[in-house]
């Protein structure tokens, strides 16, 4: 009996100890992470860092919790072992996702508040756990950059298996272009250039800041060095003119952009007379005759 009472109390000190450790972890948790918050302007790399603070925070917690109930010596290293065995033998998905996330976190693949595309999904990172990266979906069936509504959950492991398209870690823009097709006899020169006035006048402002993001990548890495000012191409093809804006646009304003570009487009087309925009028509010049007959008497 007596000894009963001795494991009874072992166990209760065991517990207490640990809800002890865990209180603790999350009570230094959130004292750094309201450190973090205070002094750290930046949002998204603020929630970064709160990330890498709480998962920390879980590891070494989870860790002491471990310690207190298996104790430090030959259990510990006899019990370690099987553990890790289980774990590698019925858990290769998340071992594989916490390799992920190391790979994420070490390599800054992504970090939250990044826009990016894994596998099929798009997004901007809301979180990135030990096991998952929460991001709110775009794309689907709402047509180019704007949320759907849907948060999405991907495995980390996922980075391993799928590329990871990232929109906006190094530089923050993206090249977008605009075809408008014209017929032939229409005055190229003038929609030329008034495709290229109305680019300019939305992108001006992200010349100096984007030119000088560019460089600086093209400092680190082997990228060709290119131009960020806004260019017009023309492609003549068998049935129109076909001319190309290519322009820079901040990568979460795309969509808005690129529709106040069209829609300015149109309304002055509309008032240039020697402009005409082309379009596919088809003519119907006959049918073939009909095969047997109705109602022959």
Known sequence: MPEVTVDYLSVVLKLVMSLVVIAATWIAYRVVGNVIRRQIKDTAHMHTLRMLVRNAFFFVGSVVVLLIWL????????????LGAGIAFASQEVIGSFAGYLNTVSGSIYRIGDRVRIGNVVGDVMDISIMRT??????EWVQADQYTGRIVTIANRAVFADPVY?????WGY?????????????????????????AQEYTEELHAEAEAGLNKMIERYPLQSTQVASTIYMTMTDNWI???????????????????????????????????IASMTVEIVGFPPLRGSVGHE
């Open 71 to 82: 104790g430090v010596g030959s259990n510990l290293t006899v019990a370690m072992g099987i």
């Open 242 to 276: 076909e001319i190309t804006l290519r322009y820079i646009v901040d990568a979460r304003e795309r969509r808005k952009i690129k529709g106040q570009l069209h829609r300015e487009l149109l309304q002055h087309f509309e008032k240039e007379e020697k402009i005409t």
């Open 166 to 170: 990232n929109y906006t870690q190094h």
């Open 134 to 139: 929460t991001v709110m979906e775009i794309g």
């Open 174 to 198: 993206l090249w977008d272009e605009i075809v408008v097709p014209i017929t032939y006899n229409s005055d190229w020169q003038r929609a030329a250039e008034i495709m290229l006035g109305h």
